[in-house]
């Protein structure tokens, strides 16, 4: 599975739609017990039936709500997600259980089940999956619906969708297996919740855009997916970024906003400050890559969109429209140089010379002028020493990478890639 998935949170809400599911089959399992599809169904058993899933629902939905903080903790912002994703789920799980129904008994009857009369085990199956399929789907857009987001609507519908399929397609298999029964309504039900928990936390995964990895302090490792207009990070345990155990943090040190497809990080620290790439900042684009700094944490910024030279490419387009390349030799370029170079992303040749100290920035006053907003005035110098060159970061805001590592100052291959903020280049020797 790709590294950029949050893994922890994948069996966080896994093992929390297990248990919603495990804990709901008891009030299911009360009022279905020892019930048989071709007898008839009083009227209070359904309107009991349609409670009992409902709860069933409201569990699953709530205990994978309050698993999204990634904590073994009884906080009470878990106790609050866990409420008002049940509420969700259950209310929404009402109207959903009697359309699922609806389904399930027009496909039993096309296969000749009937009141008194079994039908076609395949028909049974298919009734099967496309009833959960349905709640799943239903199920997942309510745990979307209580994370306050609305892309997280279609996410977790698609998601619980993909968990009722898994769950519905294993629950005959599993009755067959273990001969029936209440062990295996249990176990039914149970991977019903871990599958709809486990596939809506993926789903969410692979379709984020922005998130931030827990590099250095107490909850290192951790990651947290950046949603909505705006995530705060601090103290608080209200903070789609929580950050604890640090007195350094405020309850509310800095929050990320989203400017159409454009990330901003803005301090909310006075004192102690916020950093980015060592820079003290109050407010500041982020890029892939960027290092957040907040009291003793540090944190990495991602974005989901390609390779470095593309984004720096799609951005380039956006700053300098007219610009043909990314940057310009005061003394002139050639597309036919031979010699040592630098290349850039539309294959313009910049001569280095042996012996001399090449500066890189934004700033007219270098050798190399790099037009893009990601670069410092003076960013970066190549120097030719011993028939070698080497690239030294000038304390640049936005980083020098060498082959996607950031670097202060490092030897030149080759072929190497390099990049001055988002503005990519290749060396060639």
Not at 300 to 306: A, D, E, S, W, Y
Not at 384 to 401: E, H
Request: glycine share 14%; hydrophobic share 45%.
């Amino acid at each position: 599975m790709n590294s950029t998935i949050n893994r922890r949170e994948l069996a966080y809400k896994a093992i929390a739609g297990l248990l919603g599911g495990a804990l709901g089959w008891l009030p299911v399992e009360l009022v279905t017990h020892n019930e048989s599809l071709t007898q008839a169904v009083s009227s209070f058993d359904a309107a009991a039936s349609y409670i009992t899933m409902a709860l069933l629902s409201g569990l699953i939905g709530g205990f994978i709500l309050a698993a999204g903080g990634q904590r073994l903790e009884w906080s009470d912002t878990t106790k609050k997600n866990l409420l008002r994703g049940f509420v969700v789920c259950f209310l929404l799980a009402l109207p959903a259980d009697y359309f699922s129904n609806y389904v399930f008994t027009i496909v039993l009857n096309a296969g000749g089940w009937s009141v008194g009369h079994s039908g076609s085990s395949v028909y049974l199956f298919v009734a099967r999956v496309l009833s959960w399929v349905i709640m799943g789907a239903i199920l997942g857009a309510g745990v979307g619906l209580s994370s306050k987001s609305i892309p997280n609507v279609g996410k977790g519908a698609l998601g619980g969708l993909i968990g009722g399929f898994a769950g519905g397609f294993l629950f005959d298999p599993i009755n067959y297996a273990t001969g029936g029964g209440l062990v295996s309504r249990l176990v039914g039900l149970s991977l019903i919740g871990l599958a709809i928990g486990f596939f809506i936390g993926l789903v969410q995964e692979l379709t984020k855009s922005a998130w931030v990895t827990v590099e250095q302090g107490r909850l290192k490792g951790r990651q947290y997916r950046i949603e909505g207009a705006r995530a705060a990070i601090g103290r608080a345990e209200e903070n789609p970024v929580g950050l604890f155990g640090d007195p350094a943090v405020q309850q509310r040190h800095a929050i990320i906003e989203r400017c159409g497809a454009d990330f901003v990080l803005k301090s909310l620290a006075v004192q102690d400050g916020t950093f980015v790439n060592g820079n003290r900042i109050e407010s500041v684009d982020l890029h892939d890559g960027d290092r957040i700094g907040i009291g003793g944490y540090e944190l990495t910024f991602h974005l989901r969109q390609g390779s470095a030279a593309a984004r720096a490419q799609v951005s380039l387009a956006a700053d300098t429209p007219s610009a043909a390349h990314v940057a310009t030799r005061l003394a002139g370029s050639r597309a036919d140089i031979s010699g040592p170079c630098l290349v850039d992303a539309a294959g313009q040749r910049y001569a280095l010379r042996h012996g001399a100290e090449i500066r890189l920035g934004r700033a007219l006053d270098n050798d190399i002028v790099v037009n893009h907003s990601s670069v410092s005035r003076h960013h970066a110098t190549i120097l030719a020493l011993n028939g070698a060159f080497a690239l030294k970061d000038l304390n640049s805001q936005n980083g020098t990478y060498l082959r996607d590592r950031r670097v202060t100052e490092a030897q030149l291959s080759d072929g190497d890639a390099l990049r001055l903020g988002q503005a990519p280049f290749t060396f060639r020797a």
